[in-house]
């Protein structure tokens, strides 16, 4: 069954976006974004929330004909139109860049996802991970955590969310200050 990764850029004090919804807050330099790179890499399947995936379809179907697009940007359009893609929304009538559109219970539909890939299933989007967080269907926590605060914003873990346990299994500090804490899920 595949495993359910919960990745984000967040802030020290724990937003993923600005209260006006930006993310131009977060360093990604070509080191940061080669990482990023790596970690696309291994995802079966990139499942996004309705706003998230407004925002990689803005860009990265056409990444890599950019020519303001450096070439680690180039290679990740090249992965990310590569994997498969799931967007959960009630609100969207269709997708499209390959991806495929689902409106049911979270749980009910991962459980379809994690019959179809035996590999990693990469979530992105708080107000998608926080129905995924809430049932305790995460197995890992990724963060990147950037060294800035935003006093307010979109927080990476749902407000209100009861206690659960982490174990750490993986730190990395970046050149910019970002460092990425990987954390798995203790059941």
Same mark, same amino acid.
């Not at 209260?19 to 996004?48: C, G, I, K, M, Q």
């Not at 070439?71 to 997708?95: C, D, G, Q």
């Given at each position: 069954?595949?495993?359910?990764?919960?990745?984000?850029?967040?802030?020290?004090?724990?937003?993923?976006?600005?209260?006006?919804?930006?993310?131009?807050?977060?360093?990604?330099?070509?080191? @940061?974004?080669?990482?990023?790179?790596?970690?696309?890499?291994?995802?079966?399947?990139?499942?996004?929330?309705?706003?998230?995936?407004?925002?990689?379809?803005?860009?990265?179907?056409?990444?890599?004909?950019?020519?303001?697009?450096?070439?680690?940007?180039?290679?990740?359009?090249?992965?990310?139109?590569?994997?498969?893609?799931?967007?959960?929304?009630?609100?969207?009538?269709?997708?499209?860049?390959?991806?495929?559109?689902? =409106?049911?219970?979270?749980?009910?539909?991962?459980?379809? @996802?994690?019959?179809?890939?035996?590999?990693?299933?990469?979530?992105?989007?708080?107000?998608?991970?926080?129905?995924?967080?809430? =049932?305790?269907?995460?197995?890992?926590?990724?963060?990147?955590?950037?060294?800035?605060?935003?006093?307010?914003?979109?927080?990476?873990?749902?407000?209100?969310?009861?206690?659960?346990? @982490?174990? @750490?299994?993986?730190?990395?500090?970046?050149?910019?200050?970002?460092?990425?804490?990987?954390?798995?899920?203790?059941?």
């Amino acid at each position: 069954m595949g495993k359910v990764v919960y990745l984000m850029n967040v802030s020290l004090d724990g937003f993923v976006e600005t209260p006006d919804r930006s993310l131009d807050w977060a360093t990604v330099d070509d080191e @940061l974004h080669t990482w990023f790179n790596d970690r696309t890499r291994e995802a079966d399947v990139s499942v996004y929330g309705r706003r998230l995936w407004a925002v990689m379809a803005a860009y990265w179907p056409t990444g890599e004909a950019n020519p303001e697009s450096t070439e680690t940007m180039r290679e990740y359009a090249r992965i990310w139109n590569a994997t498969p893609k799931v967007v959960f929304s009630h609100e969207l009538e269709s997708v499209d860049h390959g991806a495929r559109l689902v =409106r049911g219970d979270v749980g009910e539909e991962l459980a379809r @996802l994690q019959r179809e890939f035996d590999g990693e299933i990469q979530v992105g989007g708080p107000t998608l991970a926080a129905q995924f967080i809430e =049932r305790g269907l995460v197995d890992e926590y990724q963060l990147v955590v950037h060294p800035v605060v935003l006093g307010a914003g979109t927080p990476f873990f749902p407000p209100g969310v009861s206690r659960f346990d @982490l174990r @750490l299994i993986e730190t990395r500090a970046f050149a910019s200050g970002a460092m990425f804490l990987g954390y798995e899920a203790v059941r």
